[in-house]
């Protein structure tokens, strides 16, 4: 698959340090034995695993990078020419070499040699190598499908946009630089090797391809083992490999004739299987460099929640998140289904063409009939995956299937707004139609294994009875655990002394990534607090926990913490900063660092880190605010408003950025000066109520109450439920002596309340 990379993926990138027990044999009486395995390549596999490895050929895996060959490279690059954001880049060949004339960092037009290729099907990217090591991934693509399907042709990954050397999706930034954002999932064995103070990467792979290794670990153990090499006895539990596939071993799906649905003949144990694969098909977020297979999948990495962007409210896949937190969140889960058992693992292919492979555990009488689809018979309404998973489109041309298995519920769609899959196909139709199809099918509608969308939507529109609503799905336990992990992220907006007591016995859940969310939603409290019920968690065994206590207890004064007490947070601190320096590439783990440092009090750290930050990427404009924020708390204001500036000369577009301005220039006391900003950032993020609110009150401030009240009435149509704005709008009317619309706003206050 292609590399692909998402907009505004601002994510915290932490490391993990996985402690193992290693069976240590002398070295001199077994030195092949002695130490850890080491990586060996897939010539040393073959031999044995001949099967496994015709398999593999020509898969995704094996095609996921080469070096630009002949033979690898499928674009059309004999003197071709497309146009994109008024520049017109060139394909072509020089001295054998495959070229590329296109815009560089500044702009300008230059020439680049193609490196390698990224990816097979339905597209094919292509490296380019720039200054220190520097890999970056063209964002103008080759469209691999047959002609007649739209492909053959050049393209462009954000096709809507006008992306420029100026915007953070350019090919040249940092969000399309292979050896950070790519590398890890498309070759074997990847050492970063990124020198954080010259900028450079030297880094290197044992395999170019997602071979052999990259999912059953170095192998030079099993070598030792399959040779029976002294000592290989003490290998026969694992045959020498640090994981072994051992999940679908000896198990049965019985059919339960009653219900059509397949049972596991013993429950799945472990998630052996469903990690390795999460390692690449998940959202996430690195958090160590020392993975290999066979560790712990919370261990290495931080998946992302159901967050808003890249989950709907009900689940369903919005940004590109690569399978694992859909899967998640599927009754298929749930009941014990691990990847492989619909996916060949070699050749990564479906076990069954159309409906066979769900057919392996599904009655076909009950189930592939029109009695059940209500389709004609090989049409694709027909098909279990259009209506059960329905895919979406990512980098224009990749389909993607929903792995949460689910119900369609276009009842929700009129409901809530979320897709549903009936009218995905049906799109001359409305989700009223289709709730109404359903509805007549099937009698009532099946609310399906996915039942916490009222929650997440509420919770996201600041529904007032949302509180309730995420509390009831936390506690259910029969809710997939990142649906309550995801829960619990919001619930801090609703906190009462109930929902308090909810987070609290999160820090005590059996899911790791609940008792993260926990720890997360107890950001803020009082100190005291903070220590009581956040200080175990440093000790959890897992380390994404443990770190996340580590950030969230740097608030609390350090002579809070004496002795043992303070060695432990030392500990776990120390982790956490060095999970930031595993990315120090990336200009958000910078900013994690400045965030750190601040709240720490460490000043000249976070001022070193947010200033590294936008030497990283200028056009990240979270380290600007906050490094303003850190001049302002060192009353600073002058300095503060000189980085704010320069933000929005870098990023004019930027509504954080003029929004920040603007409130800074308040401060310095030149409100006449900040309207026009705080004007800017409310029109630039239309859908942010506080900007709006603000941009209104600093109008009435400067003496334009008309103004202020028609922008305020304004905002309160478009958010109704918005009780900073209903309050201002009864203080403005009664400054103007409008009494009557002041207590008409008074009482759409009071019945929110």
């Known amino acids: 698959m292609s590399c692909s990379i998402a907009r505004l993926m601002i994510i915290s990138r932490m490391m993990y340090f996985f402690s193992a027990i290693v069976y240590v044999f002398s070295a001199a009486l077994i030195p092949s034995l002695a130490g850890a395995a080491d990586y060996v390549g897939i010539s040393q596999c073959v031999a044995c695993h001949k099967a496994q490895t015709e398999l593999w050929t020509g898969s995704h895996h094996d095609l996921a990078m080469q070096h630009a060959t002949d033979k690898t490279v499928l674009a059309d690059f004999n003197n071709t020419q497309f146009t994109y954001a008024g520049i017109t880049s060139s394909f072509y060949k020089k001295n054998n070499n495959f070229m590329v004339r296109t815009d560089g960092p500044d702009g300008k037009l230059r020439d680049y040699e193609i490196k390698y290729v990224f990816g097979v099907t339905p597209l094919q990217q292509y490296l380019v190598e720039l200054d220190n090591g520097h890999l970056q991934a063209l964002t103008i693509a080759w469209d691999t499908r047959d002609k007649q399907d739209g492909g053959q042709r050049w393209f462009h990954l954000y096709p809507d946009e006008k992306i420029t050397h100026k915007d953070e999706l350019h090919w040249t930034r940092t969000n399309f630089n292979w050896n950070g954002m790519c590398a890890e999932c498309h070759s074997t064995n990847l050492e970063k090797n990124y020198d954080s103070n010259a900028d450079t990467f030297k880094t290197s792979w044992s395999e170019i391809d997602v071979s052999c290794e990259a999912c059953h670990g170095p192998s030079s153990k099993h070598i030792s083992w399959a040779k029976k090499e002294p000592g290989w006895e003490s290998l026969n539990n694992n045959k020498g490999l640090d994981v072994s596939f051992d999940e679908r071993k000896g198990i049965e799906w019985r059919l339960n004739t009653e219900t059509g649905n397949a049972q596991r003949s013993s429950e799945r144990t472990t998630e052996k299987e469903i990690q390795v694969c999460a390692q690449c098909h998940s959202r ?24 808003e962007g890249m989950y709907f409210a009900d689940g369903q896949i919005q940004d590109e998140v690569y399978v694992y937190g859909s899967f998640l969140q599927s009754k298929m889960y749930h009941a014990g289904v691990t990847c492989s058992d619909c996916h060949e693992p070699h050749s990564h292919q479906l076990r069954a063409e159309g409906n066979g492979v769900c057919l392996q555990c599904h009655a076909a009488d009950k189930f592939d009939t029109p009695k059940h689809h209500h389709h004609k018979a090989d049409s694709k309404g027909a098909l ?46 409305d989700a009223a139609w289709s709730s109404a199809q359903v509805k007549q099918w099937y009698g009532s509608t099946s609310s399906g294994h996915q039942q916490f969308a009222s929650a997440i939507d509420g919770a996201r529109k600041g529904n007032p009875e949302a509180g309730r609503l995420l509390a009831e799905q936390i506690n259910n336990m029969a809710t997939p655990d990142i649906a309550r992990a995801s829960a619990i992220s919001y619930l801090p907006r609703y906190l009462d002394q109930t929902n308090f007591e909810v987070i609290q016995r999160g820090l005590k859940d059996d899911d790791a990534m609940v008792r993260m969310a926990s720890i997360g939603a107890l950001e803020g409290l009082q100190p005291t607090l903070l220590v009581q019920l956040v200080f175990p968690l440093l000790d959890d065994p897992v380390r994404s926990v443990r770190i996340e206590a580590a950030r969230v207890l740097a608030a609390v004064p350090t002579g809070q913490l004496k002795g043992e007490q303070l060695s432990i947070y030392n500990k776990a601190a120390g982790e956490y900063i060095d999970s930031q320096l595993a990315n120090a590439e990336r200009p958000e783990s910078q900013l994690n660092l400045g965030n750190y440092y601040a709240t720490i009090g460490a000043a000249d750290k976070a001022e070193v880190a947010y200033k590294k930050a936008i030497e990283l990427e200028d056009v990240f404009i979270p380290a600007y605010i906050n490094l303003a924020d850190l001049y302002r708390a060192q009353q600073k204001e002058v300095e503060a408003n000189k980085v704010l500036r320069k933000a929005v000369k870098t990023v004019a577009t930027s509504a954080d950025a003029n929004y920040a301005l603007g409130l800074s220039l308040v401060r310095s006391k030149q409100a006449d000066n900040a309207v026009e900003y705080l004007m800017k950032a409310s029109e630039l993020d239309d859908q942010n109520s506080r900007y709006v609110y603000v941009y209104a009150v600093a109008l009435n401030s400067t003496g334009q109450q008309t103004q202020a009240i028609k922008v305020m009435q304004d905002a309160q149509n478009r958010f109704p439920e918005d009780r900073d704005i209903l309050s201002a709008l009864v203080a403005f009317h009664r400054d103007a002596g409008n009494d009557f619309a002041a207590q008409s706003y008074m009482n759409k206050l009071q019945k929110l309340r």
């Open 384 to 429: 279990c995956a259009e209506c059960h998973m329905p895919p979406r489109n990512y980098m224009v041309v990749d389909p993607r299937h929903d792995h949460s298995f689910r119900i369609p519920r276009p009842d929700l769609s009129v409901q809530l707004g979320t897709p549903n899959a009936c009218n995905q196909c049906h799109v001359d139709k």
């Open 284 to 307: 996430r977020s690195v958090i160590s460099t020392e993975y290999s297979p066979g560790k712990p999948f919370l261990d290495h990495y931080m998946p992302r929640l159901l967050d």
